[in-house]
């Protein structure tokens, strides 16, 4: 079977969307169960998809009113950094990792899962997954002056915390 552009498009998503899920959805297989979702509505919905939209917005926002339909979206964040990952696999010799970097990187995961949820999803959508202000403010359904502030919040309690545990960038 031979995958088009879009199919490919949502399979080099995965790993960025699993992410984004435990953002929504505590429990690891609740979150994948919202990656699938995400992709069967993604699929039924692609004749409304628009050439030149970035597919990875598109998708995020498509995950976000998921679950925000299911009444999921406040829980907590359960993971965003595991080693056990599906994604470490295509890190190169990934279990020779630094001790210290992935302590750092729970650290670092801690740190965001303490932040308020408006804060976290700004954070997770603008400094892990990459998305531009404008597209993290479409996703999240708020002005980007919103967005910014959160953004900003979020990344001011960050240095505190981690400056606060001797985590260095």
């Known amino acids: 079977m031979h995958l088009d552009d ?9 790993p960025r969307l699993r992410r984004f899920a435990r953002v929504l ?13 995400t992709v069967e509505r993604a699929l039924a919905a692609r004749s409304k998809f628009r050439v030149g ?11 976000r009113r998921i679950a925000i339909d299911e009444g999921r ?6 993971r965003v950094v595991t080693p056990e990952d599906d994604a470490t696999a295509r890190v190169p010799d990934a279990a020779l990792a630094d001790e210290s970097l992935r302590v750092d990187a729970l650290a670092v995961r801690d740190a965001i899962h303490a932040l308020p949820d408006d804060q976290k999803h700004a954070v997770a ?18 002005p980007a002056g919103t967005l910014t502030s959160r953004l900003v919040r979020g990344r001011q309690a960050l240095i505190q915390t981690l400056s606060a545990q001797g985590v260095t960038g």
């Open 125 to 142: 959508l603008v400094l892990v997954e990459g998305l531009s202000y404008a597209e993290a403010a479409e996703v999240l359904g708020v």
């Open 53 to 63: 939209t970035r597919l990875d917005s598109w998708t995020f926002t498509i995950m």
């Open 25 to 37: 959805r505590p429990r690891d297989a609740d979150a994948q169960d919202l990656v699938q979702q």
């Open 73 to 78: 979206s406040n829980l907590r964040w359960g």
């Open 6 to 14: 879009f199919q490919t498009g949502l399979v080099e998503l995965l």
